[in-house]
């Protein structure tokens, strides 16, 4: 018996959807060209503060991908962060963790972290145990109310709210409490909460991503033959009826492929497809009605030693966390900070030196030598109520077209674990032998 041609597959977006793709793909024969606008693959890894700035212990297909890279979570390559939460008088509650599996977990964490109140510490492990025993209400229901609705009507105190579950809702999902959907507050709590001790574990990378991650995928790209074209502006998906039969770019160039695999931002998707699929198609007019969140984010550098990273969720004031970890070349505190646009304050680099000596992570002679701020307009997708069925499945109407990001349907929020998942699972679509037309 003749074994099937392998598959050419064109990967549109050098983001970690599309490197996932096109890495997956490539291991096991398909022939594979990546096509991204940058010069260079992984164009915002490049810098030491750039997100991911850390990986959840439940992130498990972000684990695995790290891991058929050689990468474990181990030194050097990770170190472990601490989650605190600013308290209103000024002290910091860090959150504990605990090598048991759920029930035990919850009782050894939750049930000794002092920034709930005993009576609010049992009150959420009695929750938890609702959501771990699917005794919740419908995700129906949840989806068509807003986080901050659902957990006041569970009889929460306001200031727990604002102080613990704002916080927290705004560092797992870049949304607040009160546009965020329950639906979307519940899924994100529970793989943190509700499964071993090692799953809310935050591992801090201590090289650049763009060495541990985009370099190691690019060099296997290399090693098993796929074509980088960067550099190369993607204009127009042709097509034939219903089927993509190649891939323009802004030269004039048509690249054409048995699969297409569009790794690209919801935005910039739709102006690549054609008008009619986009009247057609209520998959393609749902992308169309995602919305993102703008952010502005801080990254800043000072001469002071740091012994461990940290992430600190805070309810008052302009930012709402900020991740500081000791620099890979001497030990120096790297920080970054979230802070929604329509927070925007003036003298940000006073302020930001103010917070960090208040946090004791800066003592009081001790200048800021860096800071960059940066406004991000696609920082992260909206979540209110009402979105989960505009997140698109990977499988799109069009026989040989697939999309990957992390705003597609994966059951995470936008994150990078997220962004994994949907490339794992159209490389999966693809390698399962499927025909594309």
Known sequence: MTAAPPHSVIVLGAGPAGLTAAYRLACRGAHVTL???????????????????????????????????????????????????????????????????????QLFTIGRFAGLSRRERWRLLSWLEQIWEGALPPASDLEHRTAQDWVESLGYDPGIVRTIWDPLARWLTGNDLGSLSADAFAGSLKPFFLSRGADNRIA???????????????????????????????????????????????DGTVLRADWYVAAVAHHRLTPLLPERWLTRYAYFQQIAELTALPWTLIQVRAPQRMMAPRHILMSDGPFSWIAGKPSELDQSLVATLTMPQDRAVVETEQQVSDLLRTLGLLERDVRLTGFRQQELI???????????????????????????????????????????????????????????A
């Open 35 to 105: 096509v991204d606008q940058s010069p260079a693959v992984g164009e915002h890894f490049r810098r030491e503060g750039d997100p991911p700035l850390s990986i959840l212990g439940c992130h498990h297909a972000t684990w695995s991908l790290l891991q058929s890279l050689g990468i474990r979570f181990a030194p050097p390559a990770f170190s472990q962060a601490t989650l605190e939460f600013l308290l209103p008088d000024g002290r910091l509650a860090p959150f504990p963790t605990s090598p048991f599996r759920t029930p035990l977990h």
């Open 204 to 250: 801090v990378p201590r090289q650049p991503w763009h060495r541990m991650f985009v370099q190691r995928i690019t060099d296997s790209l290399t090693v098993n033959g796929a074509a980088l074209r960067l550099g190369a502006q993607a204009v127009q998906l042709r097509f034939e009826q219903d089927r993509i039969t190649g891939l323009r770019t802004q």
């Open 378 to 436: 696609h920082a992260a997708l909206a979540l209110p109520p009402g979105t989960k069925i505009r997140r698109p499945i990977q499988r799109s109407p069009i026989p040989n077209l697939l999309v990957a990001g992390a705003w597609t349907d994966t059951g995470w929020p936008a994150n990078f674990e997220s962004a994994i998942v949907s490339g794992e699972r159209c490389a999966d679509i693809i390698l399962t032998g499927r025909k594309a």
